[in-house]
């Protein structure tokens, strides 16, 4: 993901689904160290800070990014 894109997700992590800081920054960390940020969404996913739901919502976001 491109920088600037990736700031407008996080923003989107944070006012559109409430989101902590932390929490994202705890799945970015992942990313960086293991499979990289494109990965964000299912990371995400997978430690249980989105439900499905919201995982769509996230997916769509990006589609329209």
Not at 8 to 16: D, G, K, S, V
Not at 40 to 45: A, D, H, S, T
């Amino acid at each position: 993901m491109k920088t600037s894109i990736l700031n407008q997700f996080i923003n989107f992590l944070q006012e559109e689904l409430a989101l902590p800081s932390e929490s994202i920054k705890t799945a970015l960390r992942q990313c960086e160290e293991n499979i990289g940020i494109g990965h964000l969404p299912m990371v995400l996913w997978q430690y249980g800070l989105v439900n499905l739901k919201q995982l769509d919502l996230i997916f769509e976001w990006l589609e329209t990014a």
